[in-house]
């Protein structure tokens, strides 16, 4: 069978190096149906069918879906104009991908680092006392677990500014804490209470924190030496006050700190 009696399915896909299911489905959905048919009901592809099969190819090969390929084939007009605006498209996509791709170079970072933050980003934030070797040293420790993983997704997206808000909202919970324990404040008090709900909230910027985790915070405040030293250089006996506060709170909700676990 010559080109001029029209090429089969098969001739036509060897010669185009695409696959018969392929052309049957561009039959299929009106992008190259054949012009011609055989007696017994066989497609048959004429020199112009192949021509606008040809320029199928093409256009798939730089990345054009099919409704593209379709509408630079098609649409009346310029095709370099149809082609013009299906590049934009491109554009815009790459664009997209390319926030993507730095959204995730952002989120790996974070979840090896900590802090995305610089050596003097972080003194000036964080104050002089400030080891920027910390996140690390936390990642070692904690780097396994969700709340790391919940501490660095949002780490990967705060801005310094941010950074100075959450450090300004526990640095005033901390002087409230140690007035208040200067003052006599009863664990289990009201005052007491809005105290542990500060925070609750305050440790909740870095991950979601339960009551019952944070009872086991409380027990690891004073059993761990930094943080004892942090507290207690706050205000002497800050640490055993606000880990007795957090235990009036669990068991005025219900929960007994004596068994509370890290859920």
């Known amino acids: 069978m010559t080109e001029a009696d029209g090429l089969t399915v098969g001739q036509v896909a060897s010669r185009l190096e695409v696959t018969v299911r392929t052309l049957h489905h561009w039959d299929e959905i009106g992008l190259a149906p054949p012009s011609l048919r055989t007696a017994g009901g066989y497609r048959l592809y004429t020199s112009e069918d192949l021509s ?106 705060r801005t310094p500014d941010q950074w100075r808000a959450v450090t300004a909202a526990m640095t005033a919970l901390e002087r409230d804490l140690a007035a208040a324990a200067a003052d006599g404040i009863a664990p289990g008090s009201a005052g007491a209470e809005s105290l542990v709900s500060r925070h609750r909230d305050a440790v909740g910027e870095y991950f979601p924190v339960t009551r019952s985790m944070q009872v086991c915070l409380g027990r690891m405040y004073e059993s761990d030496p930094a943080f004892t030293a942090h507290y207690d250089g706050i205000r002497p006996g800050l640490t055993s006050w606000l880990r007795r506060s957090i235990d009036e709170s669990a068991r005025a909700h219900g929960i007994d700190p004596d068994t509370a676990t890290w859920e």
């Open 52 to 157: 606008r099969l040809h320029r199928i190819v093409v256009y798939r090969e730089i990345g054009l879906g099919l409704d593209q390929i379709r509408t630079v084939l098609d649409e009346p007009g310029d095709t370099a104009a149809a082609l013009r605006r299906q590049r934009d498209d491109v554009s815009q996509h790459l664009s997209r991908l390319d926030r993507l791709r730095t959204g995730l170079d952002r989120m790996i970072e974070a979840q090896e680092r900590g802090i995305l933050l610089t050596p003097a980003e972080q003194a000036s934030i964080f104050g002089p006392d400030w080891n920027p070797d910390w996140p690390a040293l936390a990642r070692r420790r904690y780097g396994d677990t969700t709340q790391w993983q919940q501490y660095a997704e949002r780490a990967a997206h």
